[in-house]
């Protein structure tokens, strides 16, 4: 499941960004993410799998694999 749930949550940053290389450990804003482009890939990661993520969560989601942590998290208190 963890493999699946990377690659769809890099499919998501990838649309969200047109930036097609998503390495896990690269900062975002070293790929040319913004602060409204995170804003939007939280919102999309929120609706595909029905959670929440706090405003005081937003500045850990600094990579793919801050984001990949922290989703596992979440679906694993919602089970």
Avoid: C, H, W
Avoid at 2 to 28: C, G, H, M, W, Y
Avoid at 41 to 69: F, G, H, M, R, S
Wanted: aromatic share 4%; charged share 30%.
């Amino acid at each position: 499941m963890s493999d699946a749930l990377k690659d769809e949550l890099r499919q998501i940053i990838v649309e969200v960004t047109e930036v097609e290389e998503i390495p896990e450990n690269t900062p975002f804003a070293d790929l040319g993410i913004d602060s409204m482009m995170a804003i939007e890939i939280v919102a999309d990661v929120e609706k595909n799998y029905d959670i929440t993520i706090a405003e005081e969560e937003l500045p850990d989601l600094t990579n793919l694999q801050a984001v990949y942590e922290k989703v596992q998290q979440k679906l694993s208190k919602a089970s």
